[in-house]
Protein backbone atom coordinates (compact mmCIF):
# COMPACT_ATOMS: atom_id res chain seq x y z
CA UNK A 1 0.00 0.00 0.00
CA UNK A 2 1.01 3.99 -0.50
CA UNK A 3 -1.37 5.92 1.96
CA UNK A 4 -0.72 8.92 4.02
CA UNK A 5 -1.17 10.07 7.18
CA UNK A 6 -3.83 12.31 5.66
CA UNK A 7 -5.73 9.80 3.69
CA UNK A 8 -5.54 7.34 6.96
CA UNK A 9 -7.15 9.78 9.06
CA UNK A 10 -9.65 10.84 6.41
CA UNK A 11 -11.05 7.05 5.67
CA UNK A 12 -11.17 6.79 9.72
CA UNK A 13 -13.20 10.07 10.27
CA UNK A 14 -10.08 11.16 12.50
CA UNK A 15 -8.87 14.60 12.63
CA UNK A 16 -6.03 15.86 9.94
CA UNK A 17 -2.94 15.62 10.98
CA UNK A 18 -1.12 19.50 10.97
CA UNK A 19 1.95 20.59 8.68
CA UNK A 20 3.79 18.06 6.57
CA UNK A 21 3.65 15.32 8.47
CA UNK A 22 0.35 14.77 7.14
CA UNK A 23 1.89 14.08 3.82
CA UNK A 24 4.42 10.79 5.40
CA UNK A 25 3.52 7.70 3.52
CA UNK A 26 2.81 4.09 5.08
CA UNK A 27 3.90 1.32 2.69
CA UNK A 28 2.90 -1.60 4.55
CA UNK A 29 0.96 -2.81 7.99
CA UNK A 30 1.54 -5.37 10.74
CA UNK A 31 -0.03 -6.70 13.72
CA UNK A 32 2.85 -8.67 14.92
CA UNK A 33 5.65 -5.90 16.11
CA UNK A 34 8.27 -8.74 14.77
CA UNK A 35 6.97 -7.91 11.22
CA UNK A 36 6.92 -4.18 11.23
CA UNK A 37 9.50 -2.73 8.92
CA UNK A 38 10.30 1.09 8.47
CA UNK A 39 7.06 2.47 7.17
CA UNK A 40 4.69 0.29 8.60
CA UNK A 41 1.51 1.00 10.31
CA UNK A 42 1.06 -1.02 13.44
CA UNK A 43 -1.94 -1.97 14.37
CA UNK A 44 -2.74 -3.09 17.68
CA UNK A 45 -5.24 -6.04 17.97
CA UNK A 46 -6.75 -7.16 21.63
CA UNK A 47 -6.60 -10.87 21.50
CA UNK A 48 -7.67 -13.36 24.23
CA UNK A 49 -3.72 -14.38 24.78
CA UNK A 50 -1.96 -11.18 23.56
CA UNK A 51 -2.62 -7.41 23.39
CA UNK A 52 -0.85 -5.79 20.84
CA UNK A 53 -1.42 -2.53 22.68
CA UNK A 54 1.33 -3.72 25.03
CA UNK A 55 3.99 -3.93 21.56
CA UNK A 56 3.13 -0.97 20.48
CA UNK A 57 5.95 0.66 21.67
CA UNK A 58 8.60 -1.99 20.36
CA UNK A 59 6.89 -1.35 17.42
CA UNK A 60 7.98 2.40 16.89
CA UNK A 61 11.57 1.04 17.90
CA UNK A 62 11.28 -1.51 14.83
CA UNK A 63 10.25 1.42 12.60
CA UNK A 64 6.58 1.78 12.19
CA UNK A 65 5.63 4.80 11.16
CA UNK A 66 2.17 4.88 12.92
CA UNK A 67 -0.03 3.18 15.00
CA UNK A 68 -3.88 2.16 15.10
CA UNK A 69 -4.57 1.65 18.35
CA UNK A 70 -8.49 1.03 20.49
CA UNK A 71 -7.37 3.53 23.29
CA UNK A 72 -4.49 6.24 24.16
CA UNK A 73 -1.03 5.22 23.94
CA UNK A 74 0.55 8.38 26.10
CA UNK A 75 4.59 8.89 24.92
CA UNK A 76 4.52 7.63 21.74
CA UNK A 77 6.67 8.99 19.42
CA UNK A 78 5.49 8.33 16.68
CA UNK A 79 1.33 9.38 15.53
CA UNK A 80 -1.27 7.24 16.92
CA UNK A 81 -4.85 6.54 15.30
CA UNK A 82 -7.56 5.87 17.81
CA UNK A 83 -10.39 4.39 17.04
CA UNK A 84 -13.32 2.26 18.79
CA UNK A 85 -12.68 -0.98 16.94
CA UNK A 86 -8.66 -1.51 15.24
CA UNK A 87 -9.64 -4.53 13.28
CA UNK A 88 -13.01 -2.98 11.72
CA UNK A 89 -10.54 -0.13 10.78
CA UNK A 90 -8.17 -2.51 9.67
CA UNK A 91 -11.24 -3.43 6.86
CA UNK A 92 -12.15 0.15 6.02
CA UNK A 93 -8.29 1.03 5.05
CA UNK A 94 -8.21 -1.83 2.88
CA UNK A 95 -11.54 -1.42 1.43
CA UNK A 96 -9.77 2.19 0.54
CA UNK A 97 -6.68 0.37 -1.10
CA UNK A 98 -9.21 -1.93 -2.73
CA UNK A 99 -10.28 1.31 -4.72
CA UNK A 100 -7.36 2.54 -5.75
CA UNK A 101 -5.97 -0.76 -7.54
CA UNK A 102 -6.17 -2.16 -10.94
CA UNK A 103 -6.32 -5.87 -10.19
CA UNK A 104 -9.24 -8.11 -11.09
CA UNK A 105 -10.20 -9.27 -7.43
CA UNK A 106 -10.55 -12.92 -7.10
CA UNK A 107 -12.57 -14.18 -3.63
CA UNK A 108 -12.37 -17.41 -3.07
CA UNK A 109 -14.85 -19.29 -0.47
CA UNK A 110 -15.95 -22.82 0.31
CA UNK A 111 -15.88 -25.10 3.05
CA UNK A 112 -13.12 -27.71 1.74
CA UNK A 113 -9.73 -26.85 -0.42
CA UNK A 114 -10.34 -23.09 -0.77
CA UNK A 115 -6.32 -22.75 0.26
CA UNK A 116 -5.28 -25.61 -2.16
CA UNK A 117 -7.98 -23.30 -5.14
CA UNK A 118 -6.78 -19.83 -4.13
CA UNK A 119 -2.77 -21.17 -4.19
CA UNK A 120 -3.11 -23.11 -7.49
CA UNK A 121 -5.26 -20.04 -9.23
CA UNK A 122 -2.38 -17.45 -7.98
CA UNK A 123 0.29 -20.11 -9.60
CA UNK A 124 -2.16 -19.91 -12.64
CA UNK A 125 -2.36 -16.36 -13.19
CA UNK A 126 0.99 -15.12 -12.06
CA UNK A 127 1.98 -17.16 -15.75
CA UNK A 128 -0.95 -14.27 -16.86
CA UNK A 129 0.46 -11.11 -14.99
CA UNK A 130 1.48 -9.90 -11.75
CA UNK A 131 -0.52 -11.65 -8.64
CA UNK A 132 -1.10 -11.26 -4.87
CA UNK A 133 -2.29 -13.21 -2.90
CA UNK A 134 -2.87 -14.11 0.93
CA UNK A 135 -1.01 -16.21 2.21
CA UNK A 136 -1.98 -19.60 3.43
CA UNK A 137 -4.94 -19.55 5.14
CA UNK A 138 -4.87 -16.09 6.06
CA UNK A 139 -8.51 -15.41 5.51
CA UNK A 140 -10.29 -14.06 8.48
CA UNK A 141 -11.17 -10.16 9.29
CA UNK A 142 -7.61 -9.34 10.22
CA UNK A 143 -5.47 -11.95 8.04
CA UNK A 144 -7.30 -10.68 4.77
CA UNK A 145 -7.11 -7.13 5.14
CA UNK A 146 -3.93 -6.84 6.14
CA UNK A 147 -2.79 -9.24 2.81
CA UNK A 148 -4.90 -6.98 0.57
CA UNK A 149 -3.02 -3.21 2.21
CA UNK A 150 0.83 -5.46 1.94
CA UNK A 151 0.17 -5.52 -1.94
CA UNK A 152 1.78 -3.12 -4.01
CA UNK A 153 -1.10 -2.16 -5.69
CA UNK A 154 -0.05 -2.36 -9.43
CA UNK A 155 -0.83 -6.11 -9.82
CA UNK A 156 -3.17 -7.57 -12.34
CA UNK A 157 -4.66 -10.14 -10.26
CA UNK A 158 -5.70 -10.41 -6.68
CA UNK A 159 -6.03 -13.77 -5.38
CA UNK A 160 -7.98 -13.62 -1.85
CA UNK A 161 -9.35 -16.32 0.25
CA UNK A 162 -12.60 -15.90 2.59
CA UNK A 163 -12.96 -17.75 5.13
CA UNK A 164 -15.66 -17.62 7.59
CA UNK A 165 -17.16 -19.11 11.18
CA UNK A 166 -19.51 -16.73 12.35
CA UNK A 167 -22.58 -14.83 11.11
CA UNK A 168 -21.72 -11.57 9.29
CA UNK A 169 -18.17 -13.01 8.69
CA UNK A 170 -18.60 -12.67 5.05
CA UNK A 171 -20.37 -9.26 5.16
CA UNK A 172 -17.04 -7.89 6.56
CA UNK A 173 -14.97 -9.62 4.07
CA UNK A 174 -17.08 -9.11 0.93
CA UNK A 175 -16.89 -5.43 2.09
CA UNK A 176 -13.68 -5.12 1.51
CA UNK A 177 -12.81 -7.54 -1.37
CA UNK A 178 -16.02 -6.30 -3.75
CA UNK A 179 -14.81 -9.03 -6.22
CA UNK A 180 -14.55 -8.65 -9.70
CA UNK A 181 -14.87 -12.70 -9.77
CA UNK A 182 -16.48 -14.75 -6.79
CA UNK A 183 -15.56 -18.37 -6.82
CA UNK A 184 -17.40 -20.80 -4.24
CA UNK A 185 -16.07 -23.77 -4.25
CA UNK A 186 -18.58 -26.29 -2.10
CA UNK A 187 -20.42 -26.17 0.28
CA UNK A 188 -20.83 -28.94 3.69
CA UNK A 189 -20.81 -29.34 7.48
CA UNK A 190 -17.76 -27.05 8.96
CA UNK A 191 -18.35 -24.64 11.59
CA UNK A 192 -21.66 -25.28 12.05
CA UNK A 193 -21.83 -24.42 15.69
CA UNK A 194 -21.83 -20.59 14.46
CA UNK A 195 -23.58 -21.08 10.97
CA UNK A 196 -25.95 -23.53 11.41
CA UNK A 197 -29.12 -21.56 11.63
CA UNK A 198 -29.20 -20.14 8.09
CA UNK A 199 -27.01 -23.06 6.90
CA UNK A 200 -23.57 -23.13 5.49
CA UNK A 201 -24.16 -22.88 1.84
CA UNK A 202 -26.09 -19.46 2.63
CA UNK A 203 -23.74 -18.30 4.29
CA UNK A 204 -21.07 -18.79 1.69
CA UNK A 205 -23.24 -17.40 -0.84
CA UNK A 206 -23.39 -14.44 0.70
CA UNK A 207 -19.73 -13.28 -0.89
CA UNK A 208 -22.09 -12.43 -4.18
CA UNK A 209 -24.04 -10.05 -2.83
CA UNK A 210 -20.71 -7.84 -2.97
CA UNK A 211 -19.76 -8.22 -6.28
CA UNK A 212 -17.91 -5.52 -8.32
CA UNK A 213 -20.23 -3.52 -10.61
CA UNK A 214 -19.88 -5.97 -13.79
CA UNK A 215 -18.89 -9.00 -11.56
CA UNK A 216 -19.20 -12.11 -11.85
CA UNK A 217 -20.33 -15.49 -9.93
CA UNK A 218 -18.35 -18.74 -10.61
CA UNK A 219 -20.43 -21.60 -8.54
CA UNK A 220 -20.21 -25.62 -8.10
CA UNK A 221 -23.23 -26.43 -9.78
CA UNK A 222 -22.39 -30.10 -7.60
CA UNK A 223 -24.40 -28.81 -4.15
CA UNK A 224 -27.57 -28.29 -4.42
CA UNK A 225 -28.30 -26.04 -1.05
CA UNK A 226 -25.40 -23.58 -2.61
CA UNK A 227 -26.86 -23.25 -6.06
CA UNK A 228 -30.06 -22.69 -4.62
CA UNK A 229 -28.50 -20.01 -2.43
CA UNK A 230 -26.22 -18.57 -5.27
CA UNK A 231 -29.01 -17.73 -7.49
CA UNK A 232 -31.37 -16.01 -5.05
CA UNK A 233 -28.60 -13.63 -4.99
CA UNK A 234 -29.44 -12.10 -8.26
CA UNK A 235 -25.36 -12.36 -9.44
CA UNK A 236 -24.22 -13.19 -12.43
CA UNK A 237 -23.21 -16.51 -12.37
CA UNK A 238 -21.40 -19.34 -13.87
CA UNK A 239 -21.04 -22.91 -12.95
CA UNK A 240 -18.77 -25.98 -12.77
CA UNK A 241 -19.12 -29.48 -12.26
CA UNK A 242 -16.84 -32.14 -11.01
CA UNK A 243 -20.08 -34.42 -11.09
CA UNK A 244 -21.18 -34.43 -14.12
CA UNK A 245 -23.73 -31.38 -14.15
CA UNK A 246 -24.52 -29.65 -16.86
CA UNK A 247 -22.32 -26.98 -16.79
CA UNK A 248 -19.86 -24.79 -19.14
CA UNK A 249 -16.71 -25.85 -17.00
CA UNK A 250 -16.45 -29.44 -16.24
CA UNK A 251 -13.48 -31.78 -15.10
CA UNK A 252 -13.04 -35.68 -14.03
CA UNK A 253 -10.39 -37.87 -13.09
CA UNK A 254 -8.85 -39.99 -15.35
CA UNK A 255 -5.77 -41.67 -12.45
CA UNK A 256 -2.42 -41.15 -11.58
CA UNK A 257 -0.56 -38.67 -13.57
CA UNK A 258 2.66 -40.85 -15.52
CA UNK A 259 5.96 -40.63 -13.32
CA UNK A 260 8.39 -38.88 -15.17
CA UNK A 261 11.76 -40.24 -15.82
CA UNK A 262 14.00 -39.66 -12.30
CA UNK A 263 10.29 -38.74 -10.24
CA UNK A 264 10.05 -43.27 -9.39
CA UNK A 265 7.03 -42.73 -6.83
CA UNK A 266 8.02 -45.90 -4.82
CA UNK A 267 11.31 -43.72 -3.94
CA UNK A 268 13.43 -46.05 -5.68
CA UNK A 269 14.23 -43.02 -8.38
CA UNK A 270 13.50 -40.40 -5.88
CA UNK A 271 13.59 -40.11 -2.21
CA UNK A 272 11.60 -38.30 0.57
CA UNK A 273 9.12 -35.55 -0.40
CA UNK A 274 10.39 -35.73 -4.05
CA UNK A 275 8.51 -39.14 -3.81
CA UNK A 276 5.61 -38.20 -2.89
CA UNK A 277 5.54 -35.32 -5.03
CA UNK A 278 5.89 -37.74 -7.70
CA UNK A 279 3.12 -40.04 -6.03
CA UNK A 280 0.48 -36.94 -6.02
CA UNK A 281 0.20 -35.89 -8.91
CA UNK A 282 -3.40 -36.58 -11.10
CA UNK A 283 -4.51 -36.85 -14.73
CA UNK A 284 -7.85 -34.82 -15.32
CA UNK A 285 -10.11 -34.24 -18.18
CA UNK A 286 -11.27 -30.48 -18.76
CA UNK A 287 -13.50 -29.24 -20.35
CA UNK A 288 -13.21 -25.02 -20.94
CA UNK A 289 -16.59 -23.52 -22.73
CA UNK A 290 -16.66 -25.87 -25.88
CA UNK A 291 -12.59 -26.59 -25.57
CA UNK A 292 -11.35 -29.63 -23.91
CA UNK A 293 -7.94 -31.00 -23.02
CA UNK A 294 -5.94 -33.31 -20.55
CA UNK A 295 -4.10 -31.86 -17.26
CA UNK A 296 -2.09 -32.83 -14.69
CA UNK A 297 -2.35 -31.08 -11.36
CA UNK A 298 -0.82 -32.15 -8.38
CA UNK A 299 -4.00 -33.50 -6.68
CA UNK A 300 -4.32 -37.19 -7.06
CA UNK A 301 -8.23 -38.35 -6.47
CA UNK A 302 -11.64 -37.84 -7.32
CA UNK A 303 -11.88 -34.55 -4.76
CA UNK A 304 -9.05 -33.06 -7.27
CA UNK A 305 -11.56 -32.43 -10.37
CA UNK A 306 -13.32 -30.01 -8.47
CA UNK A 307 -9.69 -27.72 -7.97
CA UNK A 308 -9.10 -28.44 -11.59
CA UNK A 309 -12.77 -27.56 -12.52
CA UNK A 310 -12.65 -24.55 -10.62
CA UNK A 311 -8.96 -23.08 -11.21
CA UNK A 312 -9.72 -23.81 -15.06
CA UNK A 313 -13.09 -21.72 -15.10
CA UNK A 314 -11.32 -18.55 -13.08
CA UNK A 315 -8.98 -18.61 -15.93
CA UNK A 316 -10.66 -18.85 -18.51
CA UNK A 317 -13.10 -16.12 -17.32
CA UNK A 318 -10.24 -13.94 -16.43
CA UNK A 319 -9.03 -14.21 -20.06
CA UNK A 320 -6.45 -16.84 -19.41
CA UNK A 321 -5.69 -19.15 -22.84
CA UNK A 322 -6.09 -22.89 -22.17
CA UNK A 323 -2.40 -23.52 -22.80
CA UNK A 324 -1.02 -20.92 -19.90
CA UNK A 325 -4.06 -22.79 -17.67
CA UNK A 326 -2.74 -26.40 -18.29
CA UNK A 327 1.12 -25.31 -17.54
CA UNK A 328 -0.13 -23.45 -14.23
CA UNK A 329 -1.35 -26.49 -13.06
CA UNK A 330 1.35 -28.72 -13.74
CA UNK A 331 3.41 -26.41 -12.34
CA UNK A 332 1.81 -26.07 -8.89
CA UNK A 333 2.48 -27.50 -5.36
CA UNK A 334 -0.16 -27.94 -2.93
CA UNK A 335 0.67 -25.71 0.49
CA UNK A 336 1.83 -27.13 3.50
CA UNK A 337 -0.30 -29.75 5.82
CA UNK A 338 -2.73 -30.30 2.23
CA UNK A 339 -1.99 -33.64 1.73
CA UNK A 340 1.67 -33.20 0.86
CA UNK A 341 3.52 -36.39 1.16
CA UNK A 342 7.16 -37.73 2.08
CA UNK A 343 8.43 -41.20 2.11
CA UNK A 344 9.52 -42.34 5.38
CA UNK A 345 10.86 -46.04 4.81
CA UNK A 346 8.85 -48.26 3.14
CA UNK A 347 5.54 -45.81 4.08
CA UNK A 348 4.21 -42.93 1.91
CA UNK A 349 2.65 -40.25 4.57
CA UNK A 350 0.10 -38.15 3.95
CA UNK A 351 0.20 -34.87 5.73
CA UNK A 352 -3.21 -33.10 5.46
CA UNK A 353 -2.84 -32.32 8.79
CA UNK A 354 -3.81 -28.15 8.97
CA UNK A 355 -7.82 -28.90 9.50
CA UNK A 356 -10.52 -31.06 9.15
CA UNK A 357 -14.31 -31.12 8.52
CA UNK A 358 -16.52 -33.55 7.12
CA UNK A 359 -16.44 -33.02 3.31
CA UNK A 360 -12.58 -32.52 3.60
CA UNK A 361 -12.23 -35.88 5.71
CA UNK A 362 -14.16 -37.71 3.35
CA UNK A 363 -12.41 -36.50 0.42
CA UNK A 364 -8.73 -36.87 1.44
CA UNK A 365 -9.82 -40.49 3.04
CA UNK A 366 -10.92 -41.44 -0.40
CA UNK A 367 -8.08 -39.93 -1.92
CA UNK A 368 -5.70 -41.63 0.33
CA UNK A 369 -7.28 -45.44 0.31
CA UNK A 370 -7.05 -44.99 -3.32
CA UNK A 371 -3.60 -43.96 -3.47
CA UNK A 372 -2.61 -47.22 -1.28
CA UNK A 373 -4.52 -49.19 -3.59
CA UNK A 374 -3.65 -53.26 -2.08
CA UNK A 375 -1.14 -51.54 0.06
CA UNK A 376 -1.68 -51.24 3.65
CA UNK A 377 -3.84 -48.55 4.31
CA UNK A 378 -3.65 -46.70 7.72
CA UNK A 379 -5.68 -43.32 8.89
CA UNK A 380 -4.54 -41.21 11.45
CA UNK A 381 -6.94 -38.97 12.62
CA UNK A 382 -8.71 -36.06 14.88
CA UNK A 383 -11.61 -34.89 16.01
CA UNK A 384 -13.29 -32.24 13.67
CA UNK A 385 -14.68 -28.82 15.48
CA UNK A 386 -17.36 -26.48 15.60
CA UNK A 387 -19.50 -28.63 14.55
CA UNK A 388 -21.97 -28.05 17.36
CA UNK A 389 -25.44 -30.15 18.05
CA UNK A 390 -24.02 -31.95 15.12
CA UNK A 391 -20.46 -33.32 16.23
CA UNK A 392 -21.75 -36.88 17.53
CA UNK A 393 -23.71 -37.35 14.26
CA UNK A 394 -20.84 -36.58 12.02
CA UNK A 395 -18.16 -38.61 13.65
CA UNK A 396 -20.41 -41.57 13.65
CA UNK A 397 -21.13 -41.50 9.92
CA UNK A 398 -17.49 -40.71 9.79
CA UNK A 399 -16.64 -44.09 11.16
CA UNK A 400 -19.31 -46.13 8.52
CA UNK A 401 -17.69 -44.07 5.76
CA UNK A 402 -14.01 -45.38 7.45
CA UNK A 403 -15.34 -49.00 7.40
CA UNK A 404 -16.21 -48.72 3.58
CA UNK A 405 -12.72 -48.10 2.90
CA UNK A 406 -11.34 -51.14 5.16
CA UNK A 407 -8.44 -49.18 6.51
CA UNK A 408 -5.82 -51.81 8.10
CA UNK A 409 -5.68 -49.72 11.16
CA UNK A 410 -7.75 -46.60 12.85
CA UNK A 411 -5.56 -44.77 14.96
CA UNK A 412 -7.12 -41.75 16.73
CA UNK A 413 -6.69 -38.87 18.80
CA UNK A 414 -9.20 -36.55 20.23
CA UNK A 415 -12.60 -36.08 21.49
CA UNK A 416 -15.37 -37.60 19.91
CA UNK A 417 -13.62 -41.08 19.37
CA UNK A 418 -16.60 -43.08 20.76
CA UNK A 419 -19.11 -42.10 18.20
CA UNK A 420 -16.31 -42.71 15.56
CA UNK A 421 -15.92 -46.30 17.01
CA UNK A 422 -19.84 -46.41 17.18
CA UNK A 423 -20.01 -45.72 13.24
CA UNK A 424 -17.14 -48.71 12.82
CA UNK A 425 -18.79 -51.14 14.46
CA UNK A 426 -22.41 -50.66 12.82
CA UNK A 427 -20.41 -50.81 9.67
CA UNK A 428 -18.36 -54.10 10.52
CA UNK A 429 -14.99 -52.67 10.46
CA UNK A 430 -12.65 -55.64 11.99
CA UNK A 431 -9.26 -53.69 11.44
CA UNK A 432 -7.03 -52.23 13.85
CA UNK A 433 -8.49 -49.34 16.62
CA UNK A 434 -6.36 -47.68 18.49
CA UNK A 435 -7.06 -44.18 20.30
CA UNK A 436 -4.06 -42.00 21.20
CA UNK A 437 -3.41 -39.41 23.57
CA UNK A 438 -0.14 -37.64 22.39
CA UNK A 439 3.34 -38.35 20.25
CA UNK A 440 4.58 -40.73 22.63
CA UNK A 441 1.94 -42.46 22.31
CA UNK A 442 1.64 -42.64 18.79
CA UNK A 443 5.31 -43.97 18.69
CA UNK A 444 4.62 -46.91 20.63
CA UNK A 445 1.36 -47.55 19.04
CA UNK A 446 2.80 -47.24 15.67
CA UNK A 447 5.97 -49.56 16.72
CA UNK A 448 3.49 -52.27 17.86
CA UNK A 449 1.70 -52.32 14.55
CA UNK A 450 4.76 -52.69 12.33
CA UNK A 451 6.19 -55.77 14.61
CA UNK A 452 2.47 -57.35 15.53
CA UNK A 453 -0.12 -56.84 12.63
CA UNK A 454 1.43 -54.89 9.52
CA UNK A 455 5.13 -55.56 8.97
CA UNK A 456 4.40 -58.85 7.10
CA UNK A 457 1.61 -57.24 4.48
CA UNK A 458 3.83 -53.63 4.00
CA UNK A 459 7.33 -55.25 4.02
CA UNK A 460 7.19 -55.93 0.23
CA UNK A 461 5.44 -52.97 -0.97
CA UNK A 462 5.26 -50.30 1.92
CA UNK A 463 2.37 -48.92 2.91
CA UNK A 464 0.27 -45.49 3.24
CA UNK A 465 -0.62 -43.22 6.07
CA UNK A 466 -3.13 -39.94 6.13
CA UNK A 467 -2.65 -37.73 9.24
CA UNK A 468 -5.64 -35.50 9.15
CA UNK A 469 -7.62 -33.49 12.24
CA UNK A 470 -8.67 -30.32 13.28
CA UNK A 471 -5.97 -27.42 13.90
CA UNK A 472 -6.08 -27.88 17.77
CA UNK A 473 -5.13 -31.78 17.37
CA UNK A 474 -1.59 -31.17 16.05
CA UNK A 475 -1.50 -34.19 14.32
CA UNK A 476 1.82 -32.82 12.51
CA UNK A 477 3.53 -33.99 15.86
CA UNK A 478 2.44 -37.49 15.01
CA UNK A 479 4.12 -36.76 11.90
CA UNK A 480 7.52 -35.80 12.96
CA UNK A 481 7.34 -38.89 14.89
CA UNK A 482 8.17 -40.94 11.47
CA UNK A 483 9.69 -37.92 9.48
CA UNK A 484 12.96 -36.95 12.28
CA UNK A 485 14.54 -39.66 12.64
CA UNK A 486 13.25 -41.23 15.48
CA UNK A 487 13.61 -45.31 15.93
CA UNK A 488 9.79 -46.36 16.02
Not at 125 to 148: C, D, E, F, Y
Not at 179 to 197: K, Q, R, V, W
Not at 347 to 354: K, N, S
Not at 403 to 412: E, G, M, N, Q, S
Request: hydrophobic share 45%.
Amino acid sequence: MRLTLHEIASCLGLPRFSGSEEHTVLTSVATDSRAVVPGSLFVCVSGCRVDGHDFAAKAAEQGAGAILASRSLPHMTVPVFVVPDTVRALGSLAALWRDRTKARVVGVTGTAGKTTVKETLARVLSLAGKTARNAMNNNNQIGMPRAVLNTDGDEDFWVMEAGISQPGDMDDLGAVLRPDLALILNAGAAHTEGLGEKGVAWHKARLLSYLAKGGKGLVSADYPDLAREARATGADIRFFSAAGQDAAFRASYLGAAPVAAGEDAAGAGAAGEDAGMAASRGKYRLWLDGTELDVIAPFRGEYGAENVAAVAAAAHTLGVDASTIAQGLADARMPAQRFNQVQAGSWLLIDDTYNANPLSMRRMLEAAAEQAGSRPFVAVLGAMLELGAQAAAEHEELGRHLARLKPAAVIWKGTCAEDVRRGLDMAGYAGVWQPVADAEDFAKVWRDLQRHKLEASASACGGVALFKGSRSNRLETLVSVLTNGREV
